[in-house]
């Protein structure tokens, strides 16, 4: 939503002042690109500042990650996951492909209330596999269509640009963009995906009184800071397409 009004001036810009327009418009989105950027920057650094912080923090049941992640597939009912240690600093992820919730060094045998809080997160997505949540399902299903269409949608555009300059010929290049779209929808659809498999974490963590209090609070502001940097890495693919679909139009007025 941020970005519409500045898609807006852009888009006026181009309409009425050709000659100005697109410096305008290319200063405009390298400001967004910049803003995004630092955004991010300052996002990511305090989402490791608040895992810091509540990884020294201890909770009452005294359960490790791995322990947290398996009583709530438990209590979920979903016996066909297994609970697996994978090396690294926050790279806890779901494989469906595997069936397995992967836990972290920081998070596997920590007793802290971040560990609990990821751990929960995660088994959130099996929980939403199980269920067949739909963004989900659509996610899923979009991986192997973004992981071709990342691979090869920079060279794409490149070589669109070069027949552009020499035929005026612009579908390669929005051929590119549309395959940079791709990406950018894949980031929108996950938004939803984290945030309900947190949700889902901190009312498993709740009804089931694994936290309590202060506890909760701060498993509740640690994924919340985790959330975040997906909605910047959604704005920064959005970003991406917004600066091409500029830089075609830009070429074209060449």
């Not at 990650?65 to 996951?81: F, P, Q, S, T």
């Not at 971040?114 to 299903?141: D, I, N, T």
């Not at 945030?195 to 502001?221: I, P």
């Amino acid at each position: 939503m941020m970005t519409l009004p500045l898609i807006a001036l852009l888009q006026g810009y181009y309409s009425h002042q050709p000659g100005i327009s697109m410096s305008a418009a290319s200063m405009g989105m390298y400001l967004l690109i910049i803003i995004i950027g630092i955004l991010g920057y300052v996002v990511q650094a305090r989402l490791q500042s608040v895992f810091r912080k509540y990884s020294q923090v201890q909770f009452p049941g005294a359960l490790t990650g791995a322990e947290v992640a398996e009583k709530m597939l438990r209590d979920n009912n979903i016996h066909n996951v297994k609970v697996t240690h994978v090396a690294g600093e926050l790279t806890d992820h779901f494989n469906p492909q595997t069936m397995t919730v992967n836990l972290s060094d920081s998070v596997y045998s920590s007793t802290s209330v971040a560990a609990a809080a990821v751990a929960a997160h995660e088994c959130g997505h099996a929980v939403q596999h199980a269920q067949g949540y739909a963004p989900l399902v659509m996610r899923s299903q979009l991986v192997p269509v973004v992981q071709f269409a990342s691979s090869a949608s920079t060279w794409v555009i490149i070589l669109g640009l070069i027949i552009l300059a020499t035929t005026r010929n612009e579908m390669l290049c929005w051929a590119g963009v549309g395959m940079i779209g791709m990406s950018a929808l894949f980031s929108l659809v996950t938004l939803p995906v984290e945030y309900n498999a947190s949700a889902r974490a901190m009312e498993w963590l709740k009804s089931s009184r694994t936290m309590q209090g202060a506890q909760l609070a701060q498993a509740d502001e640690a994924l919340s800071w985790a959330a975040r940097t997906y909605l910047v890495a959604a704005l920064s693919a959005v970003a991406s397409v917004l600066y091409y679909v500029f830089l075609i139009l830009g070429r074209r007025d060449e």
